[in-house]
T-cell receptor
Framework: GENVEQHPSTLSVQEGDSAVIKCTYSDSASNYFPWYKQELGKGPQLIIDIRSNVGEKKDQRIAVTLNKTAKHFSLHITETQPEDSAVYFCCRGSNYKLTFGKGTLLTVNP | EAGVAQSPRYKIIEKRQSVAFWCNPISGHATLYWYQQILGQGPKLLIQFQNNGVVDDSQLPKDRFSAERLKGVDSTLKIQPAKLEDSAVYLC????????????FGDGTRLSIL
């Protein structure tokens, strides 16, 4: 179906460590995979996205990988900082429609 | 550029009352979305507009929810009558026209039903 499974639901790391969030989907029509960061009381903010014709994309400390054969994709944050603490959502999209995962609460401890 | 604007930020009503939310998208964005985000979950699409036409309203509870986007710019989402389970944050997003364009979100309206 259109669902996307996201793990883990909570993640706690020490400042400077790396954080990895993984998502899986089942709909072969999915061709767009954005990631959103949501801080308390704010709307989701797009941090990076990847399309199905690309396997990896990097933007400074953030990277995403996509394995379309296995239908899973991941977010990697390196050198984490306290301001990275937030809820992160993976999404799958096809045509115009986005489906969100349930989110990962990332806590970066100073 | 200015982001997506939503109002009000908070609303508290009693069940069976009506409520309306307003959204002003990013200038020039043809596509507008309304999402419902229940506490602890990801946003769920309610309705999507392309200019002033509805593209997808398959998950909109049409017996109580309605939305319009007159003139293809601002949009309003209405709930009448409200139920306890409608307590959520209502998010508006907009994007440029075309497939899989990045969606930009407003900060939402937090609705509490008593």
């Amino acid at each position: 179906g259109e669902n996307v499974e996201q793990h883990p639901s909570t993640l706690s790391v020490q400042e400077g460590d790396s954080a990895v969030i993984k998502c899986t989907y089942s709909d072969s029509a999915s061709n767009y995979f954005p990631w959103y960061k949501q801080e308390l009381g704010k709307g989701p903010q797009l941090i990076i996205d990847i399309r199905s014709n690309v396997g990896e994309k990097k933007d400074q400390r953030i990277a995403v990988t996509l394995n379309k054969t296995a239908k899973h994709f991941s977010l990697h944050i390196t050198e984490t900082q306290p301001e990275d603490s937030a809820v992160y959502f993976c999404c799958r999209g096809s045509n115009y429609k986005l489906t969100f995962g349930k989110g990962t609460l990332l806590t970066v401890n100073p | 550029e200015a982001g997506v604007a939503q109002s009000p930020r908070y609303k508290i009503i009693e069940k069976r009352q009506s409520v309306a939310f307003w959204c002003n998208p990013i200038s020039g964005h043809a596509t507008l979305y309304w999402y419902q985000q229940i506490l602890g979950q990801g946003p769920k699409l309610l309705i999507q507009f392309q200019n002033n036409g509805v593209v997808d309203d398959s998950q909109l509870p049409k017996d109580r929810f309605s939305a319009e986007r007159l003139k293809g710019v601002d949009s309003t989402l209405k709930i009448q009558p409200a139920k306890l389970e409608d307590s959520a944050v209502y998010l508006c997003a907009s994007s440029s026209q075309g497939f899989n364009q990045p969606q930009h979100f407003g900060d939402g309206t937090r609705l509490s039903i008593l």
